[in-house]
């Protein structure tokens, strides 16, 4: 899609890919870095992003993660494991790992988020959002970190983030971060207000949203799409 690529990228691509094929051979994956047959009828859909923010990882800097998402037969988001090594919560490290049904670990330790985001003071957005947005009506602050995943996640993990919104994003970038977000009842909007599911168009041909997504909690997205206009294009 023209983003940096380097070779950690593909490298990483190939060691997952070959680990799930060897012990799950029947699911279908589905790698920014590489192309396979996909199975309507596959049990699971694995999702990889082998460096979600390879522009910022290739210049040294911090905000970049491994993510992996898993999605069920009916392509609801059920399960995640996000490395972000330099991203943690006091710490260096934070490794996320939500396996299907269980509870959300983070650093193998269960993870219980802030649920109280109903009204947004802080944003975690795309670097884009400068020339695609207007921000008349809000007067609260923006991150940038450079990786949709980090994005999404900022909501549900860091405390004072209360939403998230990407420009046109492909389904690696999202959809490990989608299932943190569904696990914890949080939502994930186009701009029309129609919830983020998992069409052919995003499997199948590989293409992106064509349009912003917003996460928050049921009332936060909300809040977030009335402070925050797409300017139309």
Not at 19 to 24: D, E, G, N, P, Q
Not at 166 to 183: I, P
Request: hydrophobic content about 40%; aromatic content about 10%.
């Amino acid at each position: 899609d023209g983003t940096v690529i380097t070779e950690v990228d593909t490298t990483i691509s190939d060691r997952l890919v070959s680990f799930i094929k060897a012990r799950l051979p029947q699911a279908n994956i589905i790698s920014e870095e590489a192309v396979d047959p996909f199975a309507d009828d596959a049990p699971y859909t694995f999702v990889i992003d082998p460096i979600d923010g390879t522009d910022g990882y290739s210049q040294g800097l911090p905000t970049w993660a491994v993510a992996l998402g898993i999605l069920d037969r009916e392509r609801n988001p059920v399960g995640a494991m996000i490395s972000a090594p330099r991203m943690g919560l006091g710490v260096d490290d934070l490794f996320i790992r939500l396996d299907p049904g269980k509870e959300l670990l983070i650093n193998g330790k269960p993870f219980f988020p802030n649920l109280q985001k109903d009204t947004i003071h802080q944003v975690a957005m795309a670097s884009s959002g400068h020339r695609l947005c207007d921000f008349t009506n809000f007067h609260g602050k923006i991150r940038v970190f450079g990786s949709a995943i980090l994005h999404l996640l900022a909501p549900v993990i860091y405390p004072e983030i209360q939403g998230a919104m990407n420009s046109s994003v492909y389904v690696w970038d999202f959809c490990a971060a989608h299932a943190v977000l569904c696990h914890f009842g949080f939502r994930l909007l186009y701009e029309d207000g129609r919830e983020v599911t998992y069409t052919d168009r995003l499997l199948k041909e590989r293409k992106n949203t064509g349009e912003f997504i917003f996460a928050g909690t049921v009332r936060g997205v909300v809040d977030l799409q009335n402070k925050i206009k797409v300017v139309p294009r």
